[in-house]
């Protein structure tokens, strides 16, 4: 009895162990954050940054509506630092292509730390909205204008 009970108590503190020795991405800004909460914020910001550098608006403004646009995201980081399995909502399915794109093209995240008895990599599970304004001016054609030649 006393055997398998410390059996059961040695595997339990292995696998916390185990847990404890999980690795995760990051950026190099804020690789030295150790809170989960505040480092997947500062990674969020640094994403938030690079699509607001990134998002092409013109290309897809003929797709969007007037005024605020909104593309929500949901993605993970896969083994390899990059950003996998994105899901996009929005109102036009350009809105959505871009988003997709602009996220595929960050940089490749970094790991937390380097060692060489990594049990688990952490797949963390993003949401980013994406909001931008669209302020479409209407070309008026004068009506003296002749557009063809009747």
């Given amino acids: 009895m006393m055997k398998s009970f410390l059996v059961l108590i040695i595997t339990l503190m292995s696998y916390s162990l185990a847990f404890s020795q999980s690795n995760y991405f990051t950026t190099q800004k804020c690789k030295n954050i150790s809170n989960e909460r505040l480092?997947?914020?500062?990674?969020?910001?640094?994403?938030?940054?690079?699509?607001?550098?990134?998002?092409?608006?013109?290309?897809?403004?003929?797709?969007?509506?007037?005024?605020?646009?909104?593309?929500?995201?949901?993605?993970?980081?896969?083994?390899?630092?990059?950003?996998?399995?994105?899901?996009?909502?929005?109102?036009?399915?350009?809105?959505?292509?871009?988003?997709?794109?602009?996220?595929?093209?960050?940089?490749?995240?970094?790991?937390?730390s380097q060692k060489s008895n990594i049990v688990t990599i952490r797949e963390d599970v993003f949401t980013l909205p994406i909001v931008f304004n669209v302020n479409k001016t209407e070309i008026e054609i004068k009506s003296e204008e002749k557009l063809t030649g009747n």
């Fill in 39 to 112: 480092r997947k914020d500062c990674i969020i910001k640094e994403i938030q940054s690079f699509v607001n550098a990134n998002y092409d608006i013109a290309a897809i403004s003929s797709d969007a509506k007037q005024g605020p646009n909104r593309v929500y995201t949901r993605f993970k980081i896969g083994h390899t630092g990059k950003i996998i399995d994105i899901q996009t909502k929005s109102t036009a399915f350009s809105l959505e292509v871009e988003a997709i794109r602009v996220l595929e093209s960050f940089p490749r995240l970094i790991l937390s």
